[in-house]
């Protein structure tokens, strides 16, 4: 059961271990461990300094008590009442430094060796007695610290010997109530702060968590979930972006699916009409002009086919960003004659008036090829859907405010209001039921559309910064006008 067990365990760590709030928690608390060692550290040299200082001053005030009445007599040292406490050391020395005289909590040995030093830093540093203080520090006698002063004594008119005088360094025990202070202080600090910044680190990662949570969850056909996280905070502001981006991505799936979805169900009417036609002439023998006519047929509907497939491709292309535009300044007007003398035929045969109307020189900054493509998309659709006793087509360019633009018009049925907004969609048709076949049309192959057209066209006035609008009246016709920047 163990062994089963410990693998999860030190997963758990390794992920505790490697997870941001970890490292966010260690680095804060090392941060403030620094910050708590170095205010110790200060606070206790200053707290050092200052019981130093007072214990320095109390000697002082001690020393003074006994220059008025300490007296030497030859039993010892008189000692007045009240100046020295318990606690307190004298030790008197004579001028070869032996002890003369000694008191307080230290062992003999001590105060022989406290002796010994004090006449040789006297005789090192003084040559007469004038002036000659001397303080030093001894640990760890009777279990405490004491501070020591040594001056000479002056008895007789002359220097009779040294006295050392020591009192504790911190009698009251504020030394050791400092430093337990201090680092029971900086210990419950840095647990406060480690449990405190576990617990906010973790809170604050919390929305991360639900938010890896949902992005997991995310399948490729279930992207309608999401976050919905309420906060204004940063972490609510990346799951809004999140949200935002499921968003789109879910709209493009959409139009991905309906793409495929549409481009089948097109390919799948001209397919069912060839194999209606093959089979209904290959059921029995039939007249040649039968044969004929089935071709034809068949050739009408292989061609709409490859159309469709071909603008398919183009999209497809367009869309994967796999379209290397070569952009160099080009003549409108150019591009419009030039898809003129293309068409010319197209409505020659449709008994379509193709003309050219004011062509003055206009210039942008487009790719000539992808600019012929979108020019004939609309004079072809213009071609196509003209109607009426007189058909006639007309291309126009200009320029105003510092844009180009070329028009197309026809005096065709026009576009009633609601298809307009539609028009560029994919696969969109006006008129659905013309789809296929007229019997004429489809003998040439002219009035069928895929309804990819003006995609393309709106896709190619995109990517050279332009735009496009059209205005259309019933019974009158339709007119496509695209502006450029002029280069
Ligand atoms: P299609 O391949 O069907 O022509 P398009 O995207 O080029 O596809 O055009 C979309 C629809 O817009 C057409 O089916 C047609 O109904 C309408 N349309 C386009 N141009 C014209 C026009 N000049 N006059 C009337 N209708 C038009």
Redesign the pocket.
Known sequence: MNSTRLPGISKRLGYLFHSIRFRLVLWFAAILAIVLAAFSIFVYINQSRDIRSEAEYRLERKLAAFDETLTLTANGIYLPQGVLQDTDILILVSNNGQVIASRGPIPNDDADTLARQAVGEFQDHHDSSDGFVSWSQRDGLSNSNYIFVTVPIVGFSRQTGLAILGSPLDPSGLFGRLRFTLLAGTLLTLTIALVGGFWLADRAMRPVHTITQAARSIGETDLSRRLNMKGKDELGELANTFDAMLARLQAAFERQRQFVADASHELRTPLTIVNLETSRVLASRRPVDDYQQALQIIHSENDFMTGLVNDLLTLARMDAGQTAMEKFPVDLSDVAVETVERLAPLSDRRGVILEAGNLPEVHIFGDRKYLIQMMS?LVE??I???TGPEKRVCIETGSSDGSAWVSVS?T????SPE?LPH??DRF????KSRTHLTDEESAHNEAT???????I?QWIVHSHDGEINVE?TLGVG?K?EVRFKSA
């Open positions: 998309n659709n213009a196509k859907y003209t026809d065709g049925p026009g576009i298809h028009l560029f969109y048709r006006v008129d559309g895929s309804g990819l057209g003006l995609s066209v259309s339709t496509f």
